[in-house]
């Protein structure tokens, strides 16, 4: 697909959107919708943010396609279309295994109730109580109990039981239990209801489709093009720089990360005090690893489970699951299903969460040793679901926190945004400074691909409400 060149863009546009990720794109494509002119703006070589792919050694690898909750069916039909809609499909068999536990689900409500009572031997009170108790949460409720206080007070004791209703989430967010359990209960909800999605066709169809569809809405979407200031002028957005040149715009929405917006493309100089003291207490989330293994064309693999979370730490730990060594780690398991209209292919990514400062402090030789010995821990991992899985294998490729960096400029790597506090921040960002809007992963619960596109939609109500209050 061909997008605009920097030099043939206007000097003004209505909006213009900073970043390509799944609330850049959604947020773009719902302005241009109702009708004003959108400038994306996105500096890597394609769209999609953390929703990308790269090909190597004849395979396609898929980045963040590890799995959605159901709420995307309802959400792309409404905002993206019937046809992007139609590509999302069930991962049926989603498998857990580790020292306290292995078991294979559907990850719905009813197959969780099921293996909490016949498996665990959770009476049926307690189970039912957590799940009513966690439905019932919403945004607004009382945010001082944390998720450790929530399951200790259905599953005390139970660290088995923790560990089931806790590590999915860790890895989908990077949330640790000692969050607000409100977080813990809206995320839950989503994911662990209907079970795990995915798109069929990978994330290349999937951004291609909505890079369709924004052109179709008249967006100018162009890439390679970071932008390196917002510019604010007496107590107003006036548009950005980009590559040296200013573009004018009655609005700028960031899809960079809230950090970077404030501290590096807006210039804290802009925010009262009492806006930078609670902005300054934002955390950044963890970031991640991946290992990437293509299986050699001709081969096969046996069906091992779509989506496998596996660990041989004894005990579920949130710090464990982000250090180097690392015994935890989710395989995603790529069948020729995946993309049904291509030549058959196998691949499979290990993914890890991760500290960027264990990563970023490395010289180059300590850092590439880091990267093989990472490689080696997860092929002995994978083996011992796939013996002989070795000699299957034609391609490997990994990646680190400061991939992740590089490719999406977030501070630290960050996979998942920031903590609760960014929620507010980033709503409060249009109220600090008119015109001004961020959008993209923040607060856990505007993470993910569904939290983000979500996201998208959101703001794209906001700034459409303040270029129509402001003309
Ligand atoms: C390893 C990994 C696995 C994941 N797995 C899943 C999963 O299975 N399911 C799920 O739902 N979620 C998953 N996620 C999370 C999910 O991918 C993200 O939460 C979501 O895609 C983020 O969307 P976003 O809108 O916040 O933007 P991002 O994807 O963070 O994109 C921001 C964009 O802004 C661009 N940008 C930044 N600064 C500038 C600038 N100055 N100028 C121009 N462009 C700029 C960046 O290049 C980037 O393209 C995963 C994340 C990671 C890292």
Redesign the pocket.
Same mark, same amino acid.
């Given at each position: 697909m061909k997008f605009s060149s920097l030099d043939g863009l206007r000097k003004q546009y209505d909006v213009v959107v900073? !970043?390509?990720?799944?609330?850049?794109?959604?947020c773009a494509n719902r302005l241009a919708s109702v009708g004003h002119s959108v400038l994306l703006?996105?500096?890597?070589h394609r769209?999609?943010?953390? #929703?990308?792919w790269f090909r190597r050694g004849g395979h396609i690898f898929d980045? +963040?396609?590890? !799995?959605?909750?159901y709420g995307?069916v309802k959400t792309c039909k409404k905002y993206w279309g019937k046809a992007i809609r139609d590509c999302i499909v069930p991962l049926p068999k989603i498998v857990f295994d580790n020292p306290q536990f292995s078991l294979t689900t559907t990850f719905s409500k009813e197959d969780f109730i099921r293996l909490l009572q016949e498996e665990f031997g959770v009476a049926s009170e307690a189970v039912h109580g957590f799940f009513a108790c966690v439905d019932a949460m919403n945004f607004y409720d009382d945010q001082s109990m944390t998720t450790r206080e929530l399951f200790e007070q259905f599953f005390p004791g139970r660290t088995d039981v923790h560990r089931l209703l806790m590590e999915p989430i860790s890895? #989908?967010?990077g949330s640790t239990l000692d969050e607000p359990a409100i977080t813990y209960g809206i995320v839950f909800s989503n994911f662990m209801n209907r079970g795990v999605y995915t798109f069929e066709g990978g994330t290349d169809k999937l951004i291609a489709m909505m890079a369709e569809e924004l052109q179709n809405n008249g967006v100018t979407i162009c890439t390679r093009?970071?932008?390196?200031q917002i510019l604010l002028e007496e107590g107003a957005t006036r548009g950005v720089v980009?590559n040296g040149t200013f573009i004018a715009a009655g609005a700028v929405v960031? /899809?960079?990360?809230i950090t /970077?917006?404030i501290d590096?493309?807006a210039g804290r100089e802009h925010f009262s005090a009492a806006f930078l003291a609670a902005f300054d207490k934002v955390e950044v989330n963890n970031?991640?690893?991946?290992v990437y293994f293509g299986i050699r064309r001709g081969e096969s693999i046996p069906d091992i489970g779509d989506l496998l979370f596996t660990s041989t730490n004894r005990d579920f730990s949130s710090e464990e699951m982000r250090a180097m060594e690392t015994g935890s780690r989710t395989f995603?398991v790529y069948y020729p299903k995946t993309r049904p209209d291509q030549p058959e292919d196998y691949t499979i990514v290990a %993914?890890m969460n991760a500290n960027y400062a264990d990563w970023s402090g490395l010289d180059e030789a300590a850092y590439q040793q880091a990267k093989e010995a990472m490689v080696e821990r997860c092929l002995l991992d994978l083996e011992r679901y796939l013996p002989g899985i070795r000699a299957k294998i034609d391609t490997i490729e990994s #990646?680190t926190p400061v991939t992740?960096n590089r490719?999406?400029?977030?501070t630290r790597? %960050? %996979?998942?945004?920031t903590k609760f506090e960014g929620l507010e921040v980033s709503r409060a960002l249009h109220r600090q400074m008119p015109g001004l809007f961020h959008?993209? +992963?923040?607060g856990i619960i505007?993470?993910?691909?569904?939290? #983000?596109?979500n996201?998208?939609v959101i703001v794209a109500n906001d700034v459409d409400g303040y270029l129509r209050s402001s003309s």
């Open positions: 900073v !970043g390509s990720g799944l609330g850049g794109l959604t703006l996105e500096h890597h769209l999609g943010g953390l #929703a990308t980045v +963040s396609l590890h !799995g959605f909750p995307m890895y #989908a967010n093009a970071k932008v390196e980009v960031s /899809n960079s990360g /970077n917006t590096q493309l970031s991640s690893c991946q995603s %993914s #990646a992740f490719y999406t400029l977030h790597g %960050s %996979s998942f945004g959008v993209g +992963s923040v505007m993470s993910g691909w569904l939290g #983000a596109i996201y998208g």
